[in-house]
């Protein structure tokens, strides 16, 4: 019971990352109907980008912090480059036109990346505490080993989610965005500029690229196959949706717990390595029930 | 003044219904072929034969086929690699077990046990459309490999996972020389580029189209969508699994499952977006782009005489892939056949300008 609880918290906490790379992609499919597919380049390079300011800039008095506003100016300044030379040529065009575009991005910031910070695997040291916990001790005899890392990084995400949605609701910015991402023509004629929205909507997206980077990387290290993280956050999207945020993160965590279940009991009957793909077949499996998502918008064809 | 039907008149509905109608096509044609079959054999060097030509020729049937599938039913797929590993390792297995089997026949029952499984993993596509399909075959391309990684009986229980072809023969002829394998190649592919042309023109094709454009219309005027988009999924199937078998057998010799991964499903769909979507030339001109460019940005540092680490040229190269995606997508959408087509109609009006 105790190992039970074990595989499922950390199917949670794996969850939890998987959420915060799938909330930039949700983000942005919301605002520009543009499915990114370079959001797992975007976290590599925010990550590359801090952990190599950190390096240039350790003998100031807080490395992390102005490391912190330079990559912050960086990922703005992209959003505003990939406005400007990706987005605004191709408006109107169909989406698979846009997200091939998407794909073209992240083979350019992952060489971009790796040919300006370079590419060995660097180690981030933010300061999150590492050591392991025992839970429940009081519930379960032995206690739950339970990572801190992965507990902290429950908590960046649910306060990432809550600042999200403060800003959404609260902010003039965020009802504009809302509003672009419900009808573009709409909002335009009620004179939202649509292309400074979208310079919002990438920044923003490369903030949450940025929130997730420093994250994976402290747990993993920063290094290349941080951009394929990308690929594991698919099937968080068609679980729960592509046009919503609550979606993106129930949708984490269903297929955080899902995966660890997994492979922890059916793996070893089939020979191991499941990881890889049944999260896409759960995935699958709900979209025949659903075919929108579990929280996304009902497709409406019109004829 | 020379790209001109005036005169040709046609006498029969034979005729006039024809792939090619115009003369000057027809010789246009004609001339490719003679140059593809007798001219290249002759004047090729060995490197340009087996590092430009074969992958090319292998990975235009495979282009052709997912543009049957995307371009021309509106079905994006991305699980072309998987289907292009369940072909090789079809043929592997056929091959193997059953030795008097020729490797060529070989091919083809592996491209229908590609069918097969293009029809099993084409099923979700009756209930889920656009990104989420892509998704879903992203999951086809995951588990077949991890399928042929895991499951021992694919790779004939090799302890290493990578597995070695035995040489391709057809009536005593051993298909061992590049020319021959480069003879081979271009064989099949024109006999399935007449079929996939053929294809698009008929009832199957039009079914296929209407469904693309709008296939709740296209189910009320009585066209069956399961039908058309299983067809669809089997006939492209069908072409990448013979691809696939030929790229193991021809091309690699000797591979592991790597070679099928999920890079290859997305540089093949670069290859049907950047060609043109719904278009046959299309999967030629996109397969020979994308097949030449990393060569050629492979050796332009060296052209321009600057020295730079490799692993600063492969960031590079990645980086000028990039961006050359994002120009055509931004320059040219409908892709390369689009500014054939173009080009086709500024040659009928020449030398006026309009």
Same mark, same amino acid.
């Given at each position: 019971?105790?190992?039970?609880l074990?595989?499922?918290?950390?199917?949670?906490?794996?969850?939890?990352?998987?959420?915060?790379?799938?909330?930039?992609?949700?983000?942005?499919?919301?605002?520009?109907?543009?499915?990114?597919?370079?959001?797992?380049?975007?976290?590599?390079?925010?990550?590359?980008?801090?952990?190599?300011?950190?390096?240039?800039?350790?003998?100031?008095?807080?490395?992390?912090?102005?490391?912190l506003?330079?990559?912050?100016?960086?990922?703005?300044?992209?959003?505003?480059?990939?406005?400007?030379?990706?987005?605004?040529?191709?408006?109107?065009?169909?989406?698979?036109?846009?997200?091939?575009?998407?794909?073209?991005?992240?083979?350019?910031?992952?060489?971009?990346?790796?040919?300006?910070?370079?590419?060995?695997?660097?180690a981030?040291?933010?300061?999150?505490p590492?050591?392991?916990?025992?839970?429940?001790?009081?519930?379960?005899?032995?206690?739950?080993?339970?990572?801190?890392?992965?507990?902290?990084?429950?908590?960046i995400?649910?306060?990432?989610?809550?600042?999200?949605?403060?800003?959404?609701?609260?902010?003039?910015?965020?009802?504009?965005?809302?509003?672009?991402?419900?009808?573009?023509?709409?909002?335009?004629?009620?004179?939202?500029?649509?292309?400074?929205?979208?310079?919002?909507?990438?920044?923003?997206?490369?903030?949450?690229?940025?929130v997730?980077?420093?994250?994976?990387?402290?747990?993993?290290?920063?290094?290349?196959?941080?951009?394929?993280v990308?690929?594991?956050?698919?099937?968080?999207?068609?679980?729960?949706?592509?046009?919503?945020?609550?979606?993106?993160?129930?949708?984490?965590?269903?297929?955080?717990?899902?995966?660890?279940?997994s492979?922890?009991?059916?793996?070893?009957?089939?020979?191991?390595?499941?990881?890889?793909?049944?999260?896409?077949?759960?995935?699958?499996?709900?979209?025949?029930?659903?075919?929108?998502?579990?929280?996304?918008?009902?497709?409406?064809?019109?004829? | 003044?020379?790209?001109?039907?005036?005169?040709?008149?046609?006498?029969?509905?034979?005729?006039?219904?024809?792939?090619?109608?115009?003369?000057?096509?027809?010789?246009?044609?004609?001339?490719?072929?003679?140059?593809?079959?007798?001219?290249?054999?002759?004047?090729?060097?060995?490197?340009?034969?087996?590092?430009?030509?074969?992958?090319?020729?292998?990975l235009?049937?495979?282009?052709?086929?997912?543009?049957?599938?995307?371009?021309?039913?509106?079905?994006?797929?991305?699980?072309?690699?998987?289907?292009?590993?369940?072909?090789?390792?079809?043929?592997?297995?056929?091959?193997?077990?059953?030795?008097?089997?020729?490797?060529?026949?070989?091919f083809l029952?592996?491209?229908?046990?590609?069918t097969?499984?293009?029809?099993?993993?084409?099923?979700?596509?009756?209930?889920?459309?656009?990104?989420?399909?892509?998704?879903a075959?992203?999951?086809?391309?995951?588990?077949?490999?991890?399928v042929?990684?895991?499951?021992a009986?694919?790779?004939?229980?090799?302890?290493?996972?990578?597995?070695?072809?035995?040489p391709?023969?057809?009536?005593?002829?051993?298909?061992d020389?590049?020319?021959?394998?480069?003879?081979?190649c271009?064989?099949?592919?024109?006999?399935?580029?007449?079929?996939?042309?053929?294809?698009?023109?008929?009832?199957?094709?039009?079914?296929?189209?209407?469904?693309?454009?709008?296939?709740?219309?296209?189910?009320?005027?009585?066209?069956?969508?399961?039908?058309?988009?299983?067809?669809?999924?089997?006939?492209?199937?069908?072409?990448?699994?013979?691809?696939?078998?030929?790229?193991?057998?021809?091309?690699?010799?000797?591979?592991?499952?790597?070679?099928?991964?999920?890079?290859?499903?997305?540089s093949?769909?670069?290859?049907?977006? @950047?060609g043109? &979507?719904?278009?046959?030339?299309?999967?030629?001109l996109?397969?020979? *782009?994308?097949? #030449?460019? =990393? %060569?050629? !940005?492979?050796?332009?540092?060296?052209?321009?005489?600057?020295?730079?680490?490799?692993?600063? @040229?492969?960031? &590079?190269?990645?980086?000028?892939?990039?961006?050359?995606?994002?120009? *055509?997508?931004? #320059?040219? =959408? %409908?892709? !390369?056949?689009?500014?054939?087509?173009?080009?086709?109609?500024?040659?009928?009006?020449?030398?006026?300008p309009?």
């Amino acid at each position: 019971m105790g190992f039970f609880l074990e595989v499922v918290l950390g199917g949670l906490m794996a969850g939890v990352l998987y959420s915060l790379v799938a909330l930039g992609f949700v983000l942005i499919f919301k605002a520009s109907g543009v499915f990114n597919f370079a959001q797992g380049a975007m976290v590599l390079f925010a990550a590359l980008t801090l952990v190599r300011l950190m390096e240039f800039l350790s003998q100031t008095f807080s490395p992390f912090l102005i490391a912190l506003v330079l990559t912050i100016a960086v990922m703005v300044a992209l959003a505003w480059v990939i406005e400007r030379l990706v987005l605004r040529p191709l408006v109107n065009q169909p989406g698979i036109s846009l997200f091939m575009a998407t794909l073209g991005i992240s083979y350019v910031l992952d060489g971009f990346g790796q040919a300006v910070w370079g590419s060995d695997v660097y180690a981030l040291d933010v300061g999150i505490p590492k050591r392991p916990l025992m839970l429940f001790e009081s519930l379960v005899p032995g206690g739950v080993l339970v990572s801190s890392e992965d507990l902290v990084a429950a908590l960046i995400a649910g306060l990432l989610v809550a600042v999200l949605g403060l800003f959404f609701q609260k902010t003039r910015i965020g009802r504009a965005l809302r509003a672009v991402a419900d009808d573009h023509q709409a909002a335009q004629s009620v004179g939202i500029p649509l292309n400074y929205i979208w310079v919002i909507v990438w920044a923003v997206a490369g903030l949450v690229a940025l929130v997730a980077g420093i994250v994976w990387g402290s747990k993993l290290g920063v290094q290349f196959s941080l951009g394929l993280v990308a690929l594991k956050a698919l099937p968080v999207l068609i679980l729960g949706g592509f046009e919503s945020i609550v979606g993106a993160v129930v949708g984490g965590l269903i297929i955080g717990v899902g995966e660890k279940l997994s492979e922890v009991y059916l793996g070893p009957h089939v020979g191991g390595g499941i990881e890889n793909w049944f999260a896409y077949v759960l995935a699958l499996l709900f979209l025949l029930i659903r075919p929108e998502g579990l929280f996304g918008e009902r497709h409406i064809d019109r004829v | 003044m020379f790209y001109r039907e005036a005169g040709q008149f046609k006498t029969s509905y034979g005729a006039d219904q024809a792939v090619f109608p115009i003369l000057q096509d027809q010789i246009f044609i004609g001339l490719w072929l003679a140059l593809g079959f007798v001219l290249v054999p002759l004047v090729s060097t060995e490197y340009l034969l087996k590092a430009i030509l074969i992958p090319f020729l292998i990975l235009a049937l495979a282009a052709l086929g997912l543009n049957l599938l995307v371009g021309y039913c509106g079905q994006l797929s991305l699980g072309t690699g998987g289907f292009m590993a369940v072909g090789a390792y079809a043929a592997y297995n056929l091959c193997v077990r059953i030795p008097w089997l020729n490797p060529v026949v070989a091919f083809l029952l592996a491209g229908g046990v590609a069918t097969l499984v293009g029809i099993a993993f084409g099923i979700p596509s009756l209930r889920i459309k656009g990104y989420y399909l892509a998704v879903a075959t992203l999951a086809a391309q995951f588990f077949l490999d991890w399928v042929f990684s895991r499951v021992a009986w694919f790779t004939n229980n090799t302890p290493s996972g990578s597995i070695t072809a035995p040489p391709v023969t057809l009536f005593e002829l051993t298909f061992d020389t590049p020319v021959k394998k480069y003879l081979l190649c271009l064989s099949i592919l024109v006999l399935f580029a007449a079929v996939a042309k053929n294809l698009v023109r008929g009832r199957i094709g039009r079914a296929w189209m209407a469904t693309r454009d709008m296939d709740v219309a296209a189910e009320i005027i009585g066209i069956r969508p399961m039908y058309a988009k299983l067809s669809a999924f089997a006939v492209s199937s069908f072409f990448i699994g013979v691809a696939g078998g030929l790229w193991a057998f021809v091309h690699l010799g000797s591979w592991e499952p790597l070679a099928f991964d999920v890079n290859r499903s997305f540089s093949i769909l670069f290859m049907v977006i @950047i060609g043109g &979507l719904g278009s046959i030339l299309g999967s030629f001109l996109g397969a020979a *782009f994308i097949t #030449v460019l =990393p %060569l050629l !940005l492979n050796q332009l540092p060296q052209w321009l005489g600057v020295s730079i680490s490799t692993a600063m @040229i492969s960031h &590079l190269e990645a980086m000028i892939f990039g961006c050359l995606i994002v120009f *055509f997508l931004i #320059v040219e =959408p %409908l892709g !390369l056949a689009r500014l054939w087509r173009i080009g086709k109609e500024k040659l009928r009006l020449w030398p006026f300008p309009y």
